[in-house]
C-alpha cells in the first residue's frame, strides 16, 4: 500500500493523520457547520476520536492515504481529506471488477487508480484556496510520484458547492447515479462523478495553476489598497 507522505505548498500542508490530530479536528469542525449537510464531518472531541481511529483503520487495511488538511501560515489544522478507493490492475482480471490490493504485498506498492474524497474545511479555511491548492498537491502525487492512470471525485448530487468546486478543477462529469445511495440526512439521493484522466492531467494542472496565480494576485492587490 502506499506510503504515508507529506504534501506542501504554499498555503496548505496535508500531512499523514494520526490520533494526535483528533483535538484540532474537533476545534476545526466546531465553526459555522452550515456546510456540513452533506459531507460526514466530526462534531465534537469523542466524535473526532471515532472518525480518525475509524480513518486510520482504512488505511492500515490499504483501502486508503489519510491527511490532516493544515494551514502553512499559522500552522492550524483546518480539516480532512483522503485517497481512498485505491485500485492495483496487476494480476489476472477478476470479476466483478472492484477496487482491491496489490496482489503482490509490497509495502510500497503504488496504485493504478484512486479516488480523491471525505474532504471538509473548517468554515474560515473555505474559500480561501487551501482547497484547490490541496487538490493541485493530490494530483501531482497521484499523476507524477505514483503514475496513476484515473482519479476520481465524486459529490452528493444535491451538493451544487462541491460540484462546482470539483469542476472548476477540470475534472469531467461522468453522469449522475441516480437513486445511488442514502444521504446523511437519510435521503436516498444520486451521486455525481468525476474524473481526471492521466491524458488530461497537464491541461487540469495548467487549470488549477491559473485559478492559484490569479487568486494570489487578487490577494496581492488587497493588501496594497490602503486601510
Known sequence: M????????????????????????????????????FTPVPHGIESAHAYVHSALADQEAGRSLVFATVRVGDGLVVGSTRFCELDYWDG???????????????????PDAAEIGATWLSAHAQGTGINTEAKLLMFQHAFDT??????????????????????????????VRRVHTRGLDGIVRG???????????????????QRLARARQ??????????
Open 146 to 175: 505514483w503514475g496513476v492512470r484515473r482519479i476520481s471525485l465524486r459529490a452528493d448530487a444535491r451538493n451544487i458547492r462541491s460540484r462546482a468546486a470539483i469542476e472548476r478543477l477540470g475534472a469531467v462529469c461522468e453522469g
Open 2 to 37: 502506499p506510503v504515508p507522505v507529506i504534501l506542501s505548498g504554499r498555503s496548505v500542508r496535508l500531512e499523514p493523520l494520526t490520533a494526535s490530530h483528533a483535538p484540532a479536528l474537533a476545534a476545526a469542525a466546531a465553526a459555522d457547520r452550515n456546510s456540513y449537510a
Open 218 to 227: 487578487d490577494a496581492d492587490g488587497c493588501r496594497l489598497v490602503p486601510a
Open 92 to 110: 489476472p482480471v477478476v470479476w466483478p471488477p472492484a477496487p482491491r490490493g496489490p496482489l503482490t504485498g509490497a509495502a510500497d506498492a503504488v
Open 191 to 209: 451521486t455525481a462523478f468525476y474524473s481526471v484522466l492521466y491524458e488530461e492531467w497537464p491541461v487540469v494542472r495548467h487549470t488549477i495553476e
